[in-house]
C-alpha cells in the first residue's frame, strides 16, 4: 500500500469528522446501515460493470 493512500484514507476520514462536529451533527449520525447497503453494493456492481472479467479476477 503506498504512503498516499494511508494519508488519503486519514485524511478523508478526518475531513469528514471535522464537518460533522462543525455542522452539530453527532458522530453517530455518520453510520446509517441504509446508506451503507445503497453505497457498497452499488459502487461494486459499478466496478463490474467496467472492468472486464480478465482484469477483475485479478484483483480478487
Known amino acids: 500500500m503506498d504512503i498516499l493512500t494511508i494519508?488519503?484514507?486519514?485524511?478523508?476520514?478526518?475531513?469528514l469528522l471535522i464537518g460533522a462536529v462543525l455542522k452539530g451533527a453527532s458522530i453517530l449520525f455518520l453510520i446509517q446501515p441504509a446508506a451503507f447497503v445503497i453505497v457498497v453494493p452499488t459502487t461494486?456492481?459499478?466496478?463490474?460493470?467496467t472492468v472486464p472479467l480478465s482484469k477483475f479476477s485479478l484483483i480478487i
Open 44 to 49: 461494486l456492481f459499478a466496478s463490474l460493470i
Open 7 to 15: 494519508v488519503g484514507i486519514v485524511g478523508v476520514l478526518i475531513a
